[in-house]
């Protein structure tokens, strides 16, 4: 696709329920990310794939989150039992290749999640 | 921690006029710099960038300046236009494919 799609855009869940945002790169794109982002901060990094290779998950908050990318293109983000300090945007960027980060990456919209 | 500091939450430029957005850091093993931009509901789109080894980056309106012994950099927009209003993102990466961001500042150029 012409840009980097996260669905849905925006969740609503239950303190309690699971979710799992899904990230659709831009093709060909071999590197992928997930960042959080809380209301009035800046994206934090959770987790990168390069391919189905998920090469570092230093970012992600607690053991419910996880992340898979198994056939190296879309990637879901998944949350457990989500609570109410999980409210945030995540956003999803992916980049041609490694060491691409001079040029920065394309990031998708974003899927707000609210926890009520 | 906060390895990557955007202290102004806002600024307000008049049309026309520079605009200048400010950044620290405190790795000191950051080795590429790179300025965002961000409209409401939509994702962060890159501006512009610059290695560690360059003092300076200019593309077109955008200027770029960084000082490593002060561990300081600052985007310029010159000339500041209505379009430009927008939450501007620094960030860091270490070699590593991560980048490390600040808090942002909203930026608004007035007609």
């Known amino acids: 696709g012409a840009g980097v799609s996260q669905s849905p855009r925006y969740k609503v869940a239950k303190r309690g329920q699971d979710v799992a945002l899904r990230c659709d790169p831009i093709?060909?794109?071999?590197?992928l990310f997930w960042y959080q982002q809380a209301l009035g901060q800046g994206p934090e990094f959770l987790t990168y794939f390069q391919n189905e290779a998920q090469l570092d998950k230093s970012g992600l908050p607690s053991d419910r989150f996880f992340a898979e990318r198994p056939e190296g293109s879309v990637s879901t983000l998944k949350i457990q039992r989500t609570q109410q300090e999980d409210s945030a945007v995540y956003l999803c960027?992916?980049?041609?290749?490694?060491?691409?980060?001079?040029?920065?990456?394309?990031f998708g919209s974003g899927t707000r999640l609210t926890v009520v | 921690d906060q390895q990557v500091k955007q202290n102004s939450p806002s600024l307000s430029v008049q049309e026309g006029r520079i605009s200048i957005l400010n950044c620290d850091y405190t790795?000191?093993?950051?080795?590429?710099f790179l300025w965002y931009k961000k409209y409401p509901a939509e994702g962060p789109t890159f501006l512009i960038s610059i290695s560690s080894i360059k003092d300076k980056n200019e593309d077109g309106r955008f200027t770029v300046f960084l000082n490593k012994s002060a561990k300081h950099l600052s985007l310029h927009i010159v000339p500041s236009q209505p379009g430009d209003s927008a939450v501007y993102f620094c960030?860091?990466?270490?070699?590593?494919?991560?980048?490390?961001f600040g808090k942002g500042t909203s930026l608004l150029v007035t007609p």
């Open positions: 093709s060909g794109h071999v590197s």
């Open positions: 960027a992916s980049s041609q290749r490694l060491g691409l980060k001079f040029y920065g990456y394309t």
């Open positions: 790795n000191s093993m950051f080795d590429y």
């Open positions: 960030a860091a990466s270490e070699d590593a494919d991560a980048l490390n």
